[in-house]
């Protein structure tokens, strides 16, 4: 597996978890990354997006101000700060890597996923 996620666990409403996504590959330092979510039942959803420096990262209006997309070139990896977490946001989270230096909201321009790894919130 070329993108490794992890971090997830069960937390109480209002928590923090922080998500890391290695890449094993040493391949995404040009590219960028985005971290999805699929709850039971539901698609697949746009969470956050960060380019190739890490200069310009964007979210989905249900996790900003809350979450926070950010990268470790050194160590190859892309990260998910997770604050004030809700019941909503329990969900299995993936990292993705764009096929291009920019990340994006859509599926399409992503080439690789990662394993996923579960976010539990509790009430």
């Known amino acids: 597996v070329q993108l490794q996620a992890s971090g997830g666990g069960l937390v109480q409403t209002g928590g923090s978890l922080r998500l890391s996504c290695v890449d094993s590959?040493?391949?995404?330092?040009?590219?960028?990354m985005g971290w999805f979510r699929q709850a039971p039942g539901k698609e697949r959803e746009f969470v956050a997006a960060?380019?190739?420096?890490?200069?310009?990262?964007s979210y989905a209006d249900s996790v900003k101000g809350r979450f926070t997309i950010f990268r470790d070139k050194g160590k190859n990896a892309v990260y998910l700060q997770m604050n004030a977490l809700k019941p909503e946001d329990t969900a299995v989270y993936y990292c993705?890597?764009?096929?291009?230096?920019?990340?994006?909201?859509?599926?399409?321009?992503?080439?690789?996923w990662g394993q996923g790894t579960l976010v539990t919130v509790s009430s």
């Open positions: 993705a890597k764009s096929r291009y230096a920019y990340g994006s909201s859509q599926l399409g321009p992503y080439a690789m």
């Open positions: 960060i380019n190739w420096s890490g200069g310009s990262t």
């Open positions: 590959g040493r391949t995404i330092s040009n590219n960028g």
